[in-house]
């Protein structure tokens, strides 16, 4: 799991990048929560979902949003997030360089990082699938998913006390109805935001199922 640093919009970016043998392994990036409330690329939800991508065979790569670790720059997570967005995008420009023969790109966020995942599916069209883990959408407006160009899976726990399971739902119900795509939404029974005890193997299940469907069917 080489350290690596990389280019961003306002400074350097701390990461971590784990690569595949073969030329035309497909890419995920992975997102971390909100980083005025301890959100790091070191989270457990996103080091799991690292690791889960990783022994599925993707060319992975987890890195610190501005302002968080040894990533430079000032934090507009609790304005706008476009800072953290512009990293992102940074983020995945570097990961394709490293992979030009990839024909597969996903993008995998946790919390405040699936608000900006999704905003970067939005802007990047190379991106054909996303994982949105307890994306919070009482908290953000993810009404600019119109249409959501790609499709995806959508996981939240039960008993989540951050990002509030019925508007998940809604938020899933919306993007079911459009055309074009499909979009799971699983619950995991129990779990909190964190998936705290068994809800962090459940999501792990969850997440190797649908994405070694996707790329199966592809």
Not at 25 to 45: Q, R, S, W
Request: charged share 20%.
């Amino acid at each position: 799991m080489p350290d690596l640093t990389i280019s961003g919009p306002e400074g350097r970016l701390e990461g971590r990048y784990h690569s595949q043998s073969n030329f035309d392994a497909p890419v995920a990036l992975i997102l971390h929560p909100h980083p005025a409330y301890g959100g790091t690329m070191n989270n457990k939800v996103v080091y799991r979902l690292y690791f889960t991508f990783y022994r599925l065979g993707f060319a992975v790569m987890r890195f610190n949003f501005r302002g968080v670790g040894r990533s430079q720059g000032r934090s507009e997570a609790l304005e706008d997030g476009v800072g953290e967005l512009s990293d992102a995008a940074a983020a995945l420009d570097y990961l394709q360089t490293r992979n030009p023969n990839s024909k597969q790109c996903w993008v995998a966020g946790f919390s405040f990082g699936a608000w900006i995942g999704m905003q970067l599916l939005m802007r990047r069209p190379e991106i054909n699938g996303f994982v949105a883990v307890a994306p919070p959408a009482d908290k953000f407006d993810f009404s600019f998913l119109s249409p959501c160009p790609s499709s995806g899976i959508i996981i939240n726990g039960t008993a989540d006390e951050v990002a509030n399971p019925e508007h998940i739902l809604q938020l899933a119900e919306r993007l079911q109805n459009q055309e074009g795509i499909e979009v799971e939404h699983r619950t995991i029974k129990g779990a909190d935001h964190f998936f705290k005890g068994d809800g962090m193997d459940a999501l792990s299940r969850e997440v190797v199922r649908y994405v070694a469907r996707q790329r199966a069917s592809h």
